[in-house]
């Protein structure tokens, strides 16, 4: 998306569940730097890093009283690591207001998970200027409930569990391939084989080079697990 017009800024309020005084700010928190002559995310991400960081750690002091510094810090960096802020971005549903060059859209640029956590941390920093913090906690305590249920093993994305399975058992790490491309610029179809030497193979499509990196890494994680334990 290039244009982010009245209705759709309106929609991405509603998927964020808050209402924004000066709508400008999420904008410029969904707008990517590659999209020249507009305020983009990355101061936004900086001031939203800060403040998802305080509010964690202040919500961790609080939900473990008993708890030793070093697994409070365990739990913190799983909460605010880049791979639970992209799972948090994609339930959310804000990739497609995402905007950016035409060029960076069609790489799935807006898809990427470092792109979904930083667009993740500008919008907390945008609803932190237009209301204050208590919407900000608010914002954080509703979206990251089920994180921190889930403990420091939530969200890991399967490029990151297939890493972590090779390096666990002393194998090279993954290696990707591009095999195939079909269909037009504006709808390609792109096909990857994920290989780890002495375990396996594994392909899979999809509409971007990383969609189908991560579901390679699925298939294979899948034909693993017979003998994985993660």
């Known amino acids: 998306m290039t244009i982010l017009d009245e209705d759709s800024l309106r929609r991405a309020q509603d998927l964020l569940g808050y209402g924004f005084d000066q709508p400008d700010l999420l904008a410029a928190a969904l707008t990517h730097p590659s999209l020249g002559g507009a305020p983009n995310y990355q101061r936004l991400e900086f001031l939203g890093d800060r403040v998802l960081g305080l509010v964690i750690s202040h919500w961790l002091y ?122 037009p610029d504006h709808n390609p179809k792109f096909e990857i084989e994920v290989s780890v030497k002495e375990a396996g193979t594994a392909r899979a499509h999809g509409p971007s080079k990383r969609q189908a990196e991560q579901q390679a890494a699925t298939h294979l994680l899948e034909k693993l697990a017979p003998e994985r334990d993660i």
């Open 62 to 183: 609080e939900t473990y009283p008993d708890e030793a510094e070093g697994k409070l810090n365990r739990r913190f960096t799983a909460l605010v690591r880049k791979e639970t802020l992209a799972h948090i971005a994609l339930a959310l549903g804000l990739a497609p207001f995402i905007r950016l060059e035409a060029g960076a859209q069609a790489e799935g640029t807006h898809e990427a998970p470092g792109v979904l956590a930083d667009i993740c941390e500008a919008v907390i920093g945008a609803i932190y200027l237009d209301g204050g913090l208590a919407p900000a906690q608010h914002f954080i305590k509703t979206h990251w409930s089920a994180s921190m249920k889930n403990g420091p093993q939530a969200y890991r994305d399967a490029k990151t569990a297939l890493q972590e399975w090779a390096q666990g058992r002393g194998l090279p790490l993954p290696c990707y391939q591009l095999v195939g491309r079909t269909g």
